[in-house]
């Protein structure tokens, strides 16, 4: 079936240093891509969002990367938080012109004082 | 408001019990959303209803059964629910046509013994 992501890594970073979270995709015809942060006991929030026409998306502290060529999609996170620690998801609009959004495995972050 | 309500925040019943997880956004999203999600683990698509119409079913058990009865509520009736069924229930929205974020709900903690 349809795949996104690794297995769960943990990613630990020190607190102000930069954080990169990477997702790999596995189907090439997917046109969206939607990076959420989950916290323990909550639901996903959204962090941001690329479509397949872009390569380069910039929020408040994040970026994402969008590499078609090898179906790759990373979040940076600039200046990391204490308050960022948390299981990143990145998920994908399979089917284009639907509403089937496939979640990838997710990484966990920890941000080290 | 930009929020996805659910209720109960928790829920343990047995396998004969029948029981319904509520759900309700007004944003005025016409695309809803139950994703199963096990402990770290990514969230699973369940259904998707669209316009109050189911729009995606991912195969799920018969003993899961939607209900979208307006354009603001979303109901998951349980009924005859196996132990491998606890998990986190979680609800979203979005606003109507492709490639729209997602806004999650923070999920019912539903145990089956």
């Known amino acids: 079936g349809e795949s996104v992501g690794l297995h769960l890594p943990t990613l630990s970073v020190q607190e102000g240093d930069n954080s990169i979270i990477n997702c790999a995709y596995s189907?090439?015809?997917?046109?969206?891509f939607i990076w959420y942060k989950q916290e323990s006991g909550k639901g996903p929030q959204f962090i941001i969002d690329?479509?397949?026409?872009?390569d380069k998306r910039q929020g408040q502290r994040v970026t994402v990367l969008l590499n078609k060529t090898v179906k790759h999609l990373s979040l940076q996170i600039a200046a990391t938080q204490p308050g960022d620690s948390a299981v990143y998801f990145c998920a994908e609009n399979t089917t284009s012109g639907t509403y089937k959004y496939i979640f990838g495995t997710g990484t966990r972050l920890k941000v080290l004082a | 408001d930009t929020e996805v309500t659910q209720t109960p925040k928790h829920l343990v019943m047995g396998m004969t019990n029948k029981k319904s997880l509520k759900c309700e956004q007004h944003m005025g999203h016409r695309a809803m959303y139950w994703y199963k999600q096990k402990a770290k683990k990514p969230p699973e698509l369940m259904f998707v209803y669209s316009y109050e119409k189911l729009s995606i079913n991912e195969s799920v058990p018969s003993r899961f059964s939607p209900e979208c009865p307006n354009s603001s509520l979303l109901n998951l009736h349980l009924h005859a629910l196996q132990p491998e069924d606890s998990a986190l229930y979680l609800c979203?929205?979005?606003?109507?046509?492709?490639?729209?974020?997602?806004?999650f709900g923070s999920g019912t903690q539903l145990s089956v013994l």
């Open positions: 979203a929205s979005s606003q109507a046509g492709a490639n729209e974020k997602l806004f």
């Open positions: 690329i479509r397949s026409n872009m």
């Open positions: 189907n090439s015809a997917s046109d969206y």
